[in-house]
């Protein structure tokens, strides 16, 4: 059986793409039931939409600084898709107790670092201004805490002695591609 997932994203969607690229495959055990945004006009939304991916958008300046009326809408949305299970690809708000408890162990998020290393934003910049010799990208479970669930799956790259921010990010973005469809099949539920 393939589970339902919804994809929340919040610009280009490279990640939601290499995600529904994944469940196109018959023998993937999810299929995408939603993208859904917080930006009206974020590039990943046409992507999904000209392939007939269902999409919506739940902007959340429209709900001023009440973020968990902002999470009711994104729950209403995802609960209407029929979702079983939320991948944040890209998705740049910071979620509530409130709504990373409703989904408790059905919500996941690809960070483009090492995790523990490199929480927050900016991680390409401070693992260069850090001098670490390796860098990379998780998948992991969303808790309160931003950045700290638990640990799904990572996937390193070198860094190199002439790396730009730009350079390091594109190649730590190969690999999330590769890595989130890996790490959300280990994720599901089982059966
Ligand atoms: C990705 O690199 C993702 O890891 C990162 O934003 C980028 C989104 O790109 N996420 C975060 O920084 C979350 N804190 P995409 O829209 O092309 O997938």
Known sequence: MKHPIAILISGRGSNMRALAEACAGE??????????????????????????IPTATVEHKAYGGDREAFERALDREISASGASFVCLAG??????????????????NIHPSLLPAFPGLHTHRRALEADVAVHGCTVHHVIAHVDAGEIIQQASVPVLPDDTEDTLAARVLVEEWRLYPEALRRALPKG
Do not use: C, H, Q
């Not at 055990?29 to 046409?46: E, F, I, Q, T």
């Open 27 to 52: 023998d993937y055990p999810a299929r995408v039931a939603l993208v859904l945004s917080n930006v009206k006009d974020a590039a990943g939304l046409a992507w999904a939409a000209e392939r007939g």
């Open 91 to 108: 998705f740049m708000r910071v979620l509530t107790p409130w709504f990373i408890d409703t989904y408790r162990g059905r919500l996941i």
